[in-house]
């Protein structure tokens, strides 16, 4: 099959395309209803097939002959651990932790929040979930607790799951006291914390909330995988939106099985027992996908990776991992290759390790620059395949399907769209516009398996966020343009959406933080351009009439703020104070003009501004921000 035949088949005949890929995997009711609208009118796969994604991850392949292969690898170089799990050692230690929350009064839809560092019990706290039917919701490890405490209340879990504490670089962060405030913080308070003490940093259990997690694994017995229907909801990972509140993104089980394994062949060309490594964190979609899902439910090696790029201990550590496990496919963002060529510009490090298994370099979750791109192709010469998707997607939009066709790449392009991705470049009216002209980027439905049917708790904002910009299509946030040959080029965020090495995140979040200081009026966060991050954060500060602040002192201020309420991976750092903000007659601040004249861009004021004089205040406070 070739990616043209492919991608034909699933936009001219999706059922039949999807039926057969949904073949692949193994059910405990086959679907007879491929495709059908739910009482929302959203369309649903494999309405009617049951099956357990823990299931298809771990005991699937015990049961076929796979239980002494490697599932999981775990290299750490902050605690200078490795370890090594096989699928039946890991089917038995998710099996256990599943009894274990059983015996909390986990039950299938009850949801679960894992606050976790990148350890192997992360994974098996989400296939522990996966198995009784419960739904997870991983937080991130750097997002402080008001950020917690936002997602627990919106998810309202029964029982959360986390560690005693995380490890970055050469600092321990407490996970504990983080927990605990994130819980003072929230509405909803679990009746249970099941905490995994660290050695690097033991931290106290409260009496009547919080269990010991070895402690009760060793009096837990294990629990069965029970079926769920395939429409039932797996997880829900928060995401930033353009407003101060994270969506919820669902994730269903049976789509999301028949596209991680699909997407794990047909994009990565990655089989059973092939060594993927997706450096990324559990607590992002990247890690959700292809950490966990995808490379287990293909029957794959996946690694769990406690590091950095550089300085765990130095810029050869992807290098070393690739080579001390075979690892064929390995999964990143630009920035961590930038992050690697910032120390080593020669890449010297990587010819002291034996990198000849590893076949292709995976990199999204950003903008890949050329010269990233050229800088790791000449050193490494492997083929680079940048990808293109979203939270809400699930896995690739568009990129080179490394299973169906060798690298074709074009410069700045992330290739063309994945099968079951309709996509469309739409203007203003919701228009195709002509080849080669840029737009906006929309996905015609229906949207293909493993994609969001809905957002956590609120599903008019699903569709006034996704679906009601453009009639019968799925509206990405992203600007861009399909070529003559279907090769498509994303060209940055339509929204105030930004992305910090990799992390997306809403200036409108870092907005209400900072307003909420005291001395300030009105604030606009925007995204500067950064060499090393690809963006990060710039606030712009109108004080309030009377209040007098040294700048740096005031800027020292916001910085904790933000750091205290978003976390330390918002990356804010900068701040100025401005006497003027420009707005449009109606009042709204033109960030699209502040962000042109912060990354030194030509810039027309449109008709609307209400005082074109105050351009020139800002242009004179943000040419000299190194
Ligand atoms: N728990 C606690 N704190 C965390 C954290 C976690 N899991 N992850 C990051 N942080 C902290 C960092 O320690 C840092 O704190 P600091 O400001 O006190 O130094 C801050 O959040 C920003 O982290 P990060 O964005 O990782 O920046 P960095 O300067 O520490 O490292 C890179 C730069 C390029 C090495 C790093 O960003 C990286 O590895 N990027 C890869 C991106 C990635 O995996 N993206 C996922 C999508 S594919
Ligand atoms: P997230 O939901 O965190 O995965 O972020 C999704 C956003 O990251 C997309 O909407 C894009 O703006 C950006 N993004 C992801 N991959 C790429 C890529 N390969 N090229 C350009 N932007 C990307």
């Known amino acids: 099959m070739t990616y043209q035949s492919e991608y034909q088949a699933s936009i001219d005949t999706p059922e039949l395309f999807w039926q057969q890929q949904a073949d692949a995997i193994h059910w405990f009711k086959p679907p ?21 994604t823990a299931y298809l991850a771990l005991d699937h392949h015990v049961l076929n002959g796979r239980g002494e292969q490697t599932a999981l690898i775990y290299d750490s170089p902050v605690t200078q651990q490795t370890a090594r799990f ?26 679960v929040v894992i606050y976790m560092p990148m350890i192997p019990e992360a994974v098996m706290a989400m296939l522990a979930c996966a198995r009784l039917g419960a739904v997870h919701s991983v ?63 033991e931290c106290e259990l409260l009496p009547q909330r919080d269990l010991d997690w070895q402690r009760l694994v060793k009096q837990s017995q294990p629990a069965d995988c029970t079926p769920v229907m395939a429409t039932d909801p797996l997880y829900v990972l928060y995401t930033s939106g353009t407003t101060g509140k994270p969506k919820g993104v ?59 790029p550089v300085k765990t201990p130095d810029a050869g550590a992807f290098w070393r991992v690739c080579a001390d496990y075979g690892v064929k496919g390995i999964f990143a963002a630009p920035t961590a290759f930038r992050a690697i060529r910032k120390e080593d510009p020669d890449c010297l490090l990587a010819k002291q390790y034996d990198l000849s298994a590893l076949a292709t370099v995976f990199m999204a979750g950003e903008r890949l ?67 080669g002209e840029q737009g906006s980027i929309a996905l015609r439905l229906p949207l293909p398996p493993g994609c969001l049917p809905t957002i956590w708790g609120n599903h008019e904002r699903f569709i006034n966020g996704y679906l009601n910009t ?5 509206v990405s946030g992203d600007g861009g343009m399909l070529d003559e040959d279907n090769y498509l080029f994303v060209l940055g965020r339509t929204d105030d959406i930004i992305n910090v090495a990799g992390h997306r995140l809403s200036t409108g979040e870092m907005e209400e933080v900072v307003a909420g200081h005291d001395a300030v009026a009105e604030c606009a966060v925007i995204g500067r351009h950064s060499e090393l991050k690809g963006e990060e954060p710039l606030g712009l500060i109108l004080l309030k009439d009377g209040v007098h602040i040294e700048e740096d002192e005031l800027r020292q201020q916001l910085v904790d703020r933000v750091r205290q309420s978003i976390g330390a991976v ?51 406070v943000l040419r000299p921000l190194k």
């Open 470 to 474: 453009y009639p019968g299509y799925y």
């Open 139 to 201: 937080v991130f490890g750097g997002f402080a607790a008001h950020e917690l405490a936002i997602r627990i209340d919106d998810a309202e879990p029964k029982v959360v799951l986390s560690a005693s504490c995380g490890i970055e670089v050469d600092r321990v962060i407490a996970y504990k006291p983080i927990l605990d405030d994130a819980i003072q913080l929230a509405r909803h308070k679990p009746n249970r914390c099941l905490i995994l003490q660290r050695p690097e940093c």
């Open 570 to 620: 918002a990356s804010f750092k900068q701040a100025v104070v401005v006497s003027r903000l420009p707005k449009t007659r109606s009042g709204k601040i033109l960030r699209k003009v502040l962000r042109n004249i912060a990354n030194g861009e030509e810039y027309q004021p449109p008709s609307t501004i209400d005082d074109p004089t105050c351009l020139q205040e800002i242009e004179e």
């Open 369 to 435: 620059d050329p010269p990233t791109y050229d800088w790791v192709k000449q050193h490494l010469q492997k083929p680079i395949v940048d990808h293109w998707w979203q939270t809400e997607t699930g896995w690739a939009i568009a990129g080179n399907h490394m299973g169906l066709e060798p690298a074709q790449p074009k410069a700045g392009s992330v290739t063309r769209p994945s099968p079951g991705f309709d996509v469309q470049i739409l203007d203003a009216q919701g228009l195709p516009v002509a080849r």
């Open 86 to 111: 096989s699928y039946s050692e890991l089917t038995e230690r998710v099996a256990v932790l599943a009894g274990a929350l059983r015996d909390m009064g986990v039950d299938k839809g009850d949801r």
């Open 250 to 308: 669902v994730r269903d089980n049976g789509g999301h099985a028949v596209a991680m394994n699909y997407s794990m062949a047909t994009v990565y060309d990655m089989h059973p027992g092939d060594v993927f490594w997706a450096a990324s964190d559990v607590g992002w979609v990247v890690g959700h996908s292809y950490i966990v899902y995808a490379p287990l439910i293909r029957g794959c090696t996946t690694l769990v990776y406690e590091g950095k």
């Open 32 to 52: 007879t209803k491929i495709l059908a609208k739910d009482e929302h009118g959203i369309d649903r796969w494999f309405v009617d097939g049951e099956l357990n």
